[in-house]
């Protein structure tokens, strides 16, 4: 049974950077992709990015492009999302969810990380 | 990028009602189609992928069809476990992207 856990709640200051963790357990960690998806209060889904340790490979929404960094480290089969710049806006609850390679499909899902940016 | 859209964004039904939910794509993505449903505070739960394949343990009660652009999700009788916000994904490229959510709460 795979399982995601992600890091604890942030509150950052507007042009800092914050930094969430998301460790899997069960199942194979470099076989599988990595995604985040975040949700503003009260918003829908955003989706941010995918990296895919088996294939060195990440892809981001346009609108994040330049901003976020997703890196993967086997050794503790954890995958770190990095939000830099950050502004108001940025404040949600971040996901990282488990995606199979080939289908898109984001299963399971972490429990989510609060990030709040406020000065 | 490929839009999605959802229709209705929320709706109020009983117990025991039929609901559907109705998503749509900008562009045809063929039966690419995921399904999530979540409730408040919590992580979306996946329910339905390739448009119409329940996940396991999903209740057979969810139902989905559709193909091209145009997608629905049903379900046959609404229990009480079943009031949340649902979320419809397409998986045919990237970036990938979400309707914007049907509510689906109590009348």
């Known amino acids: 049974q795979v399982h995601l856990v992600q890091s604890g709640a942030e509150v950052k200051k507007p042009g800092s950077s914050v930094r969430v963790s998301c460790k899997v357990s069960g199942g194979t960690f470099s076989s599988n992709g990595i995604t985040w998806v975040r949700q503003a209060p009260g918003q829908g889904l955003e989706w941010m990015g995918v990296i895919i340790p088996i294939l060195d490979s990440t892809n981001f929404a346009q609108k994040l492009q330049g901003r976020v960094t997703l890196t993967a480290d086997e050794s503790t089969s954890t995958v770190h999302m990095e939000l830099r710049s950050l502004r108001s806006e940025d404040t949600a609850v971040y996901y990282c969810?488990?995606?199979?390679?080939?289908?898109?499909?984001?299963?399971?899902w972490g429990q989510g990380t609060l990030v709040t940016v406020s000065s | 990028d490929i839009q999605m859209s959802q229709s209705p964004s929320s709706l109020s039904a009983s117990v025991g009602d039929r609901v559907t939910i109705t998503c749509r794509a900008s562009q045809s993505i063929a039966t690419f189609l995921n399904w999530y449903q979540q409730k408040p505070g919590k992580a979306p739960k996946f329910l339905i992928y390739d448009a119409s394949t329940l996940q396991s343990g999903v209740p057979s009660r969810f139902s989905g069809s559709g193909s091209g652009t145009d997608f629905t999700l049903t379900i046959s009788s609404l229990q009480p476990e079943d009031f949340a916000t649902y979320y419809c994904?397409?998986?045919?490229?990237?970036?990938?992207?979400f309707g914007g959510g049907t509510k689906v709460d109590i009348k």
């Open positions: 969810a488990r995606v199979s390679v080939g289908t898109w499909r984001f299963d399971p």
């Open positions: 994904q397409q998986s045919y490229s990237v970036p990938l992207t």
